[in-house]
Nanobody
């Protein structure tokens, strides 16, 4: 499985961005895709996840400003980020997790896309 993230860039505080992640390869019909972010010197942290069934999970602090969505038919994941703050600046990573019939879970990561929030 390969994940290609895009859409990062420089945005002013209060601005918006939409990230995209295209997944390809051997993707199961049921999976969970998500966004994580990493600030310099810190651990990677959850932003939001979404199952193929449409269930979502957000970091509580980002609810209301960030919206995750996906086109499961095309295996594309999105993250709409509004009212961006300087603290949202980070490298954003796309993730896909899927479990096979033997209950073995596979996790894949994209290459990351940089989001910079600055005036």
């Amino acid at each position: 499985v390969q994940l290609q993230a895009s859409g990062g860039g420089l945005v002013q505080p209060g601005g918006s961005l939409r990230l995209s992640c295209a997944a390809s390869g051997s993707i199961f019909s049921r999976n969970v895709m998500g966004w994580y972010r990493q600030h310099p010197g810190e651990q990677r942290e959850l932003v939001a996840t979404m199952t193929t069934g449409g269930s979502t999970n957000y970091d509580d602090s980002l609810k209301g400003r960030f919206t995750i969505s996906r086109n499961s038919a095309k295996n594309i994941l999105y993250l709409r980020m509004n009212s961006l703050k300087p603290d949202d600046a980070a490298v954003y990573y796309c993730n896909l997790q899927q479990t096979d019939w033997q209950r073995k879970t596979y996790a894949y990561w994209g290459q990351g896309t940089q989001v910079t929030v600055s005036s």
